[in-house]
C-alpha cells in the first residue's frame, strides 16, 4: 500500500464489532479498543458495534463508554451502535450478520464456561500443591455433560455459543476483514475430539470449545471455506491470561479468595495472571489494531496465539502463546464438518424448520 492509499484509507471510518460487551473482558476491549484506536489513529472515525443479549444491558455499556470518554479530546470520532444478539440462536446470529456493514474487526469475545460447581476436595488439594497451576488451568471445575441449546436445532450449548454462533457470523455477514478469536490458556489438545465436535460427550465442552476455536483458526488458511476463504477474511487468536470475571459463578467470599490466590499466584511469578479486565484485553486489542503488513509479518515468523499477562508487579504486556500440537491433522475434516452443519443450519432457519 502507497503512503497516499494508506492515509485515504485512514480517513474512512473503521468499523469494530465486539460480542458479549456487557461486562467482564467485552466492556473492557470496548474501552481499551477505542482508545487504542484513537490514540493511534486520531483522523478516523470508529465505529463501535457492540452485541449484548438485551437492551437494557445495551443501555448501560453506552452509558458506561460515555462517562468514559467523555474527557477524551476525540470524543466526537467514538459512535456507539448497540446490537442484540443471543451467540447460542443460530437466527439471532444470522439477523445480526446480516444487519451489519463491512467489519474492519470483529472481536469474538461472547462466551459461557457451562461451569455447574466445583470438585471441592481437588480444588483445595490443587491449590495446596500447585497453587499456580491450579489458579491457571482450574482443572476442578465441573461441567455438565451433553447440554444443549433450547431451541431448534439442539446444538451442544458451550460449542453453539462460544464457537457456531461466531462461526456464523463470520459467514454471513458481508464483509469482516479481521476475526479476533477468543480462545483460552486451557484449550489443551487432550479436550477436544473431532467426531465429538459439539463437545456433548466431553466433561470438558468448555476447553473442548476453545480447543475447536484454536485448531479452525491455526487451519483457516489451508482449509478454510465459505466466506472466510472466498473474501480472505484474517482470523487471528488470542487469550486473555486469567482474568476476574463473573465466568465462574462463585459467591462473593469465595470471589474474593479466588482473587487473593490470582495475585498470590502473579508474585508467585505466574506470567498468566493480569486479573484486572482491562490488561486482560491487551492481547486481543494488540491484534485488532495491527496492520495488515504486521499480522502477515507474525504468522511469518510462526506466532500462532498471542496472550496477555503482567509481570509480578502487575506491569502488563502479551505474550506468545504454546499450542499443543496435533491441530495440524484435524484441520480439513473439522472445516468440513462446521460447513456442513452451518449449510444445515442456515437452511433449516431460513426455511423455518428451525426457530
Ligand atoms: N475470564 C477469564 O479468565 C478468561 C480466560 C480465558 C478466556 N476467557 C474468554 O473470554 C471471553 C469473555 O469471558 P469473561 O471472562 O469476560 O466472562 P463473562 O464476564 O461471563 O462475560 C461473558 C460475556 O459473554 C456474554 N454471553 C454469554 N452467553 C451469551 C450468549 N448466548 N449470547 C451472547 N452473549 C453471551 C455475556 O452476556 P450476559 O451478561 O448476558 O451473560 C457476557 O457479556 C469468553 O470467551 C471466555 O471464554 C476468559
Redesign the pocket.
Known sequence: MTIKQQRDAELLPFHALI?????????ALCARLAQDHLNLHPKQPIHLHF????PS?AASVTEYLTSAFARHPRKSFLHLHSHT?????PR?CLQLARSLPPINVAI??????GFVGMDWPAAIWACLTDLVRAVTYGEFKLQAIGRVTKAKPHLGEVF???VF?HYLICQDAPAIHRAVW?????AGAAHFDPSDLQGLKTEHA?ESS?RLTDVMVLTGEEHGKGRMKEHGQQWVLA??????????DLHWILQWCMLIAFYIARWCGSGWHPID?WK?AIAPVMLSVMGDGDVKEMKKRGVRKVGSGTDRWGNEGVTETDVQGGWENMGKDVWEQMERLREDVVEGVESGRYE
Not at 182 to 186: A, F, G, V
Request: glycine share 20%.
Open positions: 460480542t458479549g460487551a456487557n461486562g467482564g473482558l467485552g466492556l452485541t449484548t443479549r438485551s444491558k444478539l443471543d451467540t447460542s440462536s439471532s469474538l469475545n461472547a462466551g459461557i464456561g453453539a455459543t462460544n454462533g477468543i480462545s483460552s490458556l486451557e468448555y476453545k487469550h486473555p491470561g486469567i482474568v476476574a470475571t463473573g465466568i465462574v479486565a486482560g
